[in-house]
C-alpha cells in the first residue's frame, strides 16, 4: 500500500509528535542492540570464564535500566502516536462536517444518510491505525533494522550481508499480497456502508413497514445484506493470515539461516562466541519492524480505504462562496426579486426553473402556486441559499443575494417547512434553536403564539420533554406549530411559508391561521401554497408550472380567467 500523499499533509501540524514516535522507536532500536550486547557479554563471562554474580552485576543492573529506559520509550511513544492520531482524527472530522454543511441539503438529499454517517464515524476513527501505527512503523521498518546493520556489519559482515538480503523479501511479499487484500478491504468497505445505509432506512421507515406488514421481509434482506458483509470480512481475514504466515515464514527462515551460518562458523573455531551470540539475539529483531509492519498494514488498510470516500466528499464542489460576504442588516421588510433565474438539477436534464423573474415588495405577502414539480420548493431552496442559480441573479434590496453573508442572511429570514425537523432534545431546544440566547420567557410567548402552549404543557416534563428523533412523541400537527413557534421566537423581517398549516386540524388550524396573520404583518412573505384555502390573506398570487411563472394577481382576477388557477380552483372546491 503506498502512503497516501493527501493524507499525510494531515500529519504537518503534528508533525514534531509524529518525529516524536519515530525518534523514542529509533531509540528504543538503539537501546535493543545495546541489550544484546550486554547479555552476549554476560553469558560469556558467566559460561565461558568462570565469574561469579558479583563480576557480571554491573552489566545485569545495565541490563535491567535498559530495559526499564526501553518501556519508558515505548510508553512515550504510544503516548505521542495516539496525540498524532487524535489530532488528525479531530483536523479530518472537522473538515469533512464543515464541508457536509457547506454543501447544504440539496447535496445530503442525494445521498445515503447511513452512509454519511458511517463514513463520518467509522471511518475517521479507522484513521486510528493509519496514523497511530503505521505511518510510524513504515519508518522505523527502514531505520531500525538499518541501525542493526551498523552494528552487525563491522562484527560479522557475512550474517550482515544475509540480513541485507534476504530482508527486501519481507515487504516484497506484503505488496504482492497486499494488492489483493486492498481489493478485498474497498468491498468491505462498501459493504458495511450500504448495511448501514439500509438499516437506518428500515429505522425510519419502520412505520411504513409495518402498516405493510413487510417489516419481516426486512429480516430476510438485512440477513442477506450482513451475511454478504460476513464473507466479505472473511475473505479480508483470510487473505490477512495468508499474509501473516507467508512473511512469518520469511522471517523465520531467514533467521534460521543466519542461525545455520553462524552455527558452522562457531562449530568450526571462524567466529568467537560473543559476537556469534550478538548476532543470534539480533537476527530475529532485525525482522521484527518488517514483521510489525506487515500486521500493522492490513488493519490501516480500512483507514486508507475508508479515506477515499471521505475525499470523495471533500472534493465534491460546495457553492462558491460570496464575493463579499456584505452583512446587511434589515430594520424593514426587504425588497425581493428574482431576474431571468435558471436553475437545473446536476444531472442537466431536469431544468427546475427556466428564465424565473417575479418580484416581492417590501411587507408584500405573495403566495405561490402550482402544480407538483413546478419547481416551488427550488425557489424557497435558491432563496435560503440552500442552492446556487446557474444563471440570472436574486436581489434583496437592489443588492444580489450571491454577495450577502450567507448566514447573516439566513439569520434574517423565519422558514417554516411543510415537514419540519425537530431534534432528539427538549421542547423549549427545539423552539430556542431560533434564537439560542433567548429566554424561557421568551421561548414561551412564542409557543403561545404558535398555540403550542397548551399542549406542550400537557406533556410529562412541559417545555424540558424530550420529544424524540424528528419528534417522534409529537403528533403532526404538533411539530408543526412547534415549527411555527420557532419563526416567532426569530422574529425574521422576511418569511418564508411552505404550507405551514398541514397536518393541522380544523380547530388548529383556525388558532394558527389566526397566529399567521400575526406573523406575517409587517414582513415580507413568500407563502407557497398547495391548499387553496390557505392564501385567502395574501397580497399577490403567482401560480408556477414547469418552473415558469404563467399567471399572477389577486384572487379575484385570477377568478376571471380560464388558466391554472381557475382550474386549480375548480379541482379544489370539487373535493
Not at 481475514?237 to 543466519?258: N, Y
Not at 439560542?436 to 404543557?457: D, G, N
Request: proline share 4%; hydrophobic share 50%; with cysteine.
Amino acid at each position: 500500500m503506498k502512503v497516501n500523499q493527501r493524507l499525510l499533509r494531515y500529519t504537518q501540524p503534528v508533525r514534531l509528535h509524529l518525529t516524536l514516535v519515530i525518534g523514542l522507536g529509533l531509540l528504543s532500536g538503539g537501546l535493543l542492540v545495546g541489550q544484546a550486547y550486554l547479555l552476549s557479554r554476560v553469558i560469556s563471562q558467566v559460561f565461558l570464564q568462570g565469574q561469579g554474580l558479583l563480576e557480571v552485576q554491573p552489566l545485569l543492573l545495565l541490563l535491567v535500566l535498559l530495559a526499564l529506559l526501553r518501556a519508558g520509550l515505548a510508553w512515550g511513544s504510544e503516548v505521542a502516536a495516539q496525540r498524532v492520531a487524535g489530532r488528525v482524527k479531530l483536523e479530518l472530522r472537522d473538515q469533512f462536517t464543515r464541508h457536509l454543511l457547506a454543501l447544504g441539503p440539496s447535496y445530503t438529499h442525494g445521498e445515503h444518510s447511513g452512509e454519511l454517517a458511517t463514513t463520518a464515524v467509522e471511518g475517521i476513527e479507522a484513521m486510528e491505525t493509519y496514523f497511530g501505527q503505521y505511518l510510524p512503523q513504515l519508518a522505523l521498518a527502514a531505520l531500525v533494522p538499518l541501525t542493526i546493520l551498523l552494528f552487525v556489519f563491522p562484527l560479522d559482515a557475512l550474517s550482515g550481508l544475509v540480513l541485507l538480503l534476504t530482508a527486501p523479501l519481507i515487504p516484497v511479499f506484503m505488496m504482492l499480497i497486499g494488492r489483493q487484500a486492498e481489493t478485498m478491504t474497498q468491498r468491505q468497505w462498501t459493504s458495511l456502508s450500504r448495511m448501514s445505509a439500509h438499516f437506518l432506512d428500515v429505522l425510519q421507515g419502520l412505520p411504513t413497514l409495518k402498516m405493510l406488514n413487510r417489516s419481516r421481509d426486512q429480516l430476510d434482506i438485512i440477513g442477506r445484506i450482513s451475511e454478504r458483509f460476513s464473507q466479505t470480512t472473511l475473505a479480508v481475514l483470510r487473505v490477512a493470515f495468508l499474509s501473516a504466515l507467508v512473511l512469518e515464514l520469511v522471517a523465520t527462515l531467514s533467521t534460521a539461516v543466519v542461525a545455520v551460518e553462524v552455527g558452522l562458523r562457531l562449530l568450526y573455531g571462524r567466529l568467537i562466541f560473543e559476537q556469534a551470540f550478538f548476532v543470534l539475539i539480533l537476527a530475529p529483531e532485525f525482522y521484527a519492524p518488517l514483521r510489525s509492519l506487515s500486521a500493522r498494514f492490513h488493519t490501516a488498510m480500512s483507514g486508507a480505504t475508508a479515506a477515499c470516500r471521505i475525499f470523495e466528499v471533500l472534493d465534491t464542489p460546495a457553492p462558491l462562496p460570496s464575493r463579499s460576504s456584505t452583512c446587511l442588516t434589515l430594520d424593514a421588510p426587504p425588497a425581493i426579486c428574482f431576474n431571468q433565474v435558471y436553475y437545473a438539477y446536476k444531472d442537466g436534464q431536469r431544468p427546475a426553473l427556466n428564465s424565473l423573474s417575479f418580484h416581492l415588495a417590501p411587507g408584500q405577502k405573495v403566495a405561490l402556486i402550482g402544480p407538483n414539480g413546478a419547481g416551488k420548493s427550488t425557489v424557497a431552496h435558491l432563496l435560503l441559499r440552500f442552492l446556487e442559480p446557474d444563471r440570472g441573479n436574486i436581489t434583496v434590496n437592489g443588492q444580489s443575494l450571491a454577495e450577502l453573508d450567507p448566514a447573516m442572511w439566513r439569520s434574517q429570514v423565519a422558514w417554516v417547512s411543510q415537514n419540519p425537523y425537530l431534534f432528539h432534545a427538549s421542547v423549549a431546544d427545539n423552539i430556542r434553536l431560533a434564537r439560542p440566547e433567548a429566554s424561557l420567557e421568551q421561548v414561551e410567548w412564542a409557543a403561545r403564539q404558535a398555540c403550542a402552549h397548551e399542549f406542550i404543557e400537557a406533556l410529562p416534563q412541559g417545555y424540558e420533554t424530550l420529544i424524540g428523533e424528528r419528534g417522534a412523541r409529537l403528533s403532526g400537527g404538533q411539530a408543526q406549530r412547534l415549527a411555527l413557534a420557532r419563526a416567532f421566537l426569530q422574529d425574521a423581517p422576511c418569511l418564508i411559508l411552505d404550507e405551514a398549516t398541514a397536518h393541522l386540524d380544523s380547530v388548529h388550524e383556525a388558532c394558527v391561521q389566526e397566529a399567521l396573520t400575526r406573523l406575517l404583518t409587517g414582513r415580507t412573505a413568500l407563502i407557497i401554497a398547495h391548499r387553496l384555502n390557505t392564501i385567502n390573506h395574501v397580497d399577490h398570487i403567482l401560480v408556477m408550472v414547469d418552473g415558469q411563472i404563467v399567471e399572477s394577481g389577486d384572487d379575484a382576477r385570477l377568478r376571471q380567467g380560464d388558466g391554472v388557477y381557475q382550474q386549480m380552483m375548480e379541482a379544489f372546491t370539487a373535493i
